[in-house]
């Protein structure tokens, strides 16, 4: 009994210490999760000027431009400032069907109807993705047991211009970033400590005692930053427009 009675208090300090230095290691500010969130609506000032945007260039292999670019059509349909009209997938989407249209195969006369034209063009690339901005890291040994831990800090940046379609003048522009945080804690050599224990009371260890290992990871969503640097991004330049 004694034996089962030291063997839970050695796993109970190891799980204690584990969730110490995960605490120690998690972000201690709220990032790209917060910055995600649906953006406020701005009040509505008379017709709303029609934008649109090609693409969002990414040249980050964990970020895809199509899907960088539909998260900055979403943003910008989400203000109450802007008209968002269709440019970068008008084949796959409204020429289509002006062309089923055009051929008689649906009601309406969309097919002879223009195209609303876009006063403005957002361009935005991502100019930054910096990794090991900061690192930390280090490791604690107690009677044979074994805490570690660490951290790092990397950023993501995004440009953003607004151009006037019908004199090429850039009219504002913005930079915005972000860091991206990152942290580890493990435990392990728990059978160790419960040795150590016991030798200091001259007793012997069973060799069947487990030992046990604990591993815990954290790391910001790209995609989440992302999202909250355009969100940002078209926040602050719809407010000065």
């Known amino acids: 009994m004694k034996h089962e009675s030291l063997h839970r208090h050695a796993v109970w300090l190891a799980a204690t210490l584990l969730l110490s230095a995960c605490g ?5 500010q709220p990032q790209a999760v917060a910055a995600a969130a649906p953006m406020a ?5 008379g017709e709303r000027v029609a934008v649109t945007i090609y693409e969002f260039r990414s040249s980050v292999p964990e970020i895809g431009a199509r899907g960088a670019t539909d998260m900055f059509k979403t943003a910008l349909a989400g203000q109450g400032r802007f008209a968002l009209v269709e440019r970068a997938r008008l084949n796959e989407g409204v020429i289509r069907e002006k062309q089923i249209n055009a051929a008689g195969q649906s009601t309406g006369k969309s097919a002879q109807k223009s195209l609303r034209a876009a006063e403005y063009i957002f361009e935005a690339s991502i100019t930054e993705l910096s990794a090991g901005d900061r690192q930390t890291q280090g490791g604690v040994n107690v009677g044979g047991l074994q805490l570690g831990g660490g951290g790092a800090s990397d950023a993501l940046g995004i440009d953003v211009r607004i151009v006037d379609a019908a004199s090429g003048e850039v009219r504002d522009a913005v930079a915005v ?3 991206l945080k990152s942290s580890a804690a493990q435990v392990s050599g728990t059978a160790t400590l419960v040795q150590t224990l016991r030798s200091m009371r001259g007793k012997e260890a069973s060799p069947l005692v487990p030992d046990v290992s604990l591993q815990t990871s954290r790391k910001d969503s790209v995609d989440q930053a992302l999202r909250g640097l355009i969100n940002d991004a078209v926040a602050q330049l719809a407010a000065r427009f």
Do not use: C, E
């Open 24 to 28: 120690g290691t998690m972000p201690v």
């Open 41 to 45: 609506r701005l009040p509505y000032r």
């Open 177 to 179: 970033r972000r860091p």
